[in-house]
């Protein structure tokens, strides 16, 4: 019976040397997976910022080519609305063709030097 009670001790002393062993390698696991997903969280994270200001640069960058196409045409669009306006205003004869001048790129009518 010591026999058996000396063996059961044996075991349970290996059992429980192997359950601290098992606790301990589980902490440490869990330590390192812990450490593991901080880090790719932060280079996600970081991958996240770096994206969205890429995305913000080139939504600045579209808007103001857009902005710019916008200002053009709508000089163009006025360059001609002139234009139309002096043809509209010489044949309809209250000026003469010649007298219309483009100066700093406005339309002026010639003063008459009599008034």
Do not use: W
Request: glycine share 12%.
């Amino acid at each position: 019976m010591d026999a058996l009670k000396k063996g059961f001790s044996m075991a349970k002393e290996g059992v429980v040397a192997a359950a601290e062993k098992t606790k301990a390698g589980v902490e440490e696991a869990a330590a390192k997976t812990k450490e593991g997903v901080m880090y790719v969280g932060t280079k996600t994270k970081e991958g996240v910022v770096t994206s969205v200001n890429t995305v913000a640069q080139k939504t600045t960058d579209q808007a103001n080519l857009v902005g710019e196409t916008a200002v053009a045409g709508a000089n163009q669009v006025s360059e001609k609305t002139v234009e139309g306006l002096e043809s509209v205003v010489a044949s309809a004869g209250l000026v003469k063709p010649g007298e219309l001048t483009k100066q700093g790129g406005a339309v002026q009518q010639p003063t008459d030097e009599g008034q």
